[in-house]
């Protein structure tokens, strides 16, 4: 059976999934920022999910701009694009910048430093 969303459903969709499956562990508000705060890592079950970069750098071998957001795992793009399609990427970005104060994402990248996306800046 196929069922049919709106746009502005489907956000909350989004949303709900992500509060519920790839919030921090510790929160937003406790997410561990690196020593040298280059960036913001956030953990979910232990295990690094996602890392914002708040300067560009060069990062194992690649380039990494300024806002930069990098998924970790394969498996929750994969996830993201079974449910959602490529409709997820702008939700994530608001969800993000929603919940981390100060923070623009500008990209997403995946774990090979392949861009997900580039939001107009």
Do not use: Q
Request: proline share 3%.
């Amino acid at each position: 059976m196929k069922y049919i969303i709106n746009e502005s459903r489907l956000g909350d969709v989004i949303l709900n999934f992500m509060d519920e499956n790839i919030t921090p562990d510790t929160g937003f508000s406790d997410a561990e920022i690196s020593e040298n705060n280059n960036w913001i890592v956030f953990k979910v079950n232990d295990e690094e999910l996602y890392t914002f970069f708040k300067k560009g750098l060069r990062y194992k071998f690649a380039n990494v701009v300024l806002g930069t957001l990098k998924i970790e795992e394969k498996s929750l793009i994969n996830t993201l694009d079974g449910y959602f399609n490529r409709k997820w990427p702008v939700v994530f970005k608001k969800w993000l910048e929603s919940n981390v104060p100060n923070i623009t994402v500008n990209r997403i990248i995946g774990p090979d430093y392949d861009t997900i996306v580039d939001f107009e800046i």
